[in-house]
């Protein structure tokens, strides 16, 4: 594969990425790296606002020519997780990892930021490019909030753009798909109040663990009877908790999992079909139950347009081979959701895997690292996308 960037970029995408990799910061807490964000601009000029969701950064580049407005999105934060890598550039925070390549997808809009200095007129022909870096998209919202703090209508964003190094492609592939891509994430905690007593007589108790058996197996008959069997669904119990003792009849059980969907129409009505089925079989047993459900992200779906002009900018750079669909879908979800529900956009993986680099482990764990070499395809490929988009809209 051609060398995409120079030297000098490439260095610079390595040991800024290198950096924020020693130095992980878990949701809410990236302020180091905000911090790094913030002197970078500075050192380039760019103005910036900071401190939107505690700890996001985003800074406005202006073309002065009338045109669009593109969001560009890099999430900044680590994971609790203690690093297992034996490498020079190693985690030095105790029990928190930069798990998920967040490091480099801050890495790569840093080096956006340094590109548009030297390339400034070819990169931005018309319009505006609004450089996001978000706190906390581990679970913590940063997206929603920075939604909800309005950064969207300030700033006039007519589309976004996302992307994430993805160590189940391999390297040189560029992972991009039309319609969903993440599915919603929902948790959900269920308590079911039995009557306590003794193994021996438990007709006279009502059996919170058993009404919890039945419960278990009759939500999977919600996504295998209650969905269109095109629409992807998953609903898992991860947790049940109940009792102490081998001989006793405890009063209560509770239970938590998560549901996941592509569909925004399963999305809004699997809580009420689930609470219909928790109530109905408590009720047959003599216990009681309620449902505490919590809609986490809902599902990030890509605007076709906009993974259209993904594919151009791969197909411009590196060739058709590179573009694939393989192993790009995912029941895993994603925040930049919260962004794509109000603007049309596309959030699109660069493969990271290499088995020769013992790059192979998969997100989220402890022994994980990707390959370098997608940094500046990565880069790249988001200037080459927003490019393209501004100068045809």
Excluded at 128 to 154: N, S, T, Y
Excluded at 302 to 311: H, L, S, T
Aim: net charge negative; glycine share 8%.
């Amino acid at each position: 594969m051609k060398q995409l960037v120079s030297e000098e970029r490439k260095k610079e995408l390595v040991e800024i990425r290198r950096y924020i990799h020693q130095y992980p910061e878990i949701e809410f807490q990236e302020i180091k790296t905000a911090q790094l964000v913030m002197e970078h601009l500075e050192r380039l000029g760019y103005p910036y606002e900071n401190k939107i969701a505690k700890t996001g950064v985003v800074s406005l580049i202006d073309s002065g020519k009338p045109g669009k407005t593109v969001l560009v999105r890099a999430d900044m934060d680590a994971l609790p997780i203690h690093e297992e890598n034996d490498c020079e550039y190693r985690s030095k925070h105790n029990g928190i990892m930069h798990a998920c390549g967040h490091d480099g997808h801050t890495s790569i809009l840093m080096a956006y930021a340094s590109e548009l200095k030297t390339n400034f007129a070819s990169m931005i022909p018309k319009g505006r490019v609004l450089l996001v870096f978000q706190p906390a998209e581990e679970g913590g919202g940063g997206a929603q909030i920075m939604v909800q703090k309005g950064i969207l209508e300030k700033y006039k964003v007519d589309v976004a753009f996302a992307l994430h190094v993805w160590n189940h492609i391999d390297i040189g592939k560029v992972g991009i798909v039309n319609g969903p891509i993440w599915a919603s994430v929902d948790q959900f905690k269920i308590t079911v109040h039995g009557k306590s007593g003794h193994g021996a007589l438990p007709q006279h108790s009502v059996d919170p663990i058993l009404v919890s058996a039945h419960i278990i197996t009759a939500l999977q008959s919600i996504v295998s009877r209650s969905i269109d069997p095109l629409e992807p669904c998953v609903i898992t119990v991860g947790s049940i908790n109940s009792g102490n003792a081998f001989n006793a009849i405890p009063d209560n059980a509770v239970m938590r999992g998560t549901v996941r969907t592509y569909s925004k129409e399963v999305h809004n009505s699997f809580p009420k079909r689930m609470e219909k089925i928790v109530e109905g079989i408590s009720e047959s047993f003599g216990a009681k139950a309620e449902v505490d459900y919590l809609k986490i992200d809902k599902p990030t779906i890509n605007n076709p347009n906009c993974a259209d002009f993904v594919r151009q900018a791969v197909r411009n750079l590196i060739g058709e081979d590179a573009i694939t669909e393989k192993d790009v879908r995912s029941m895993g979800g994603e925040d930049f959701s919260a962004f794509l529900e109000k603007v049309p956009g596309c959030y699109f993986l660069i493969g990271s895997r290499n088995p020769f680099k013992n790059c192979v482990y998969p997100h989220h764990h402890s022994k994980f690292d990707f390959d370098e070499d997608a940094l500046p395809i990565g880069l790249e490929v988001m200037k080459e996308t927003v490019r393209l988009y501004l100068e045809q809209n």
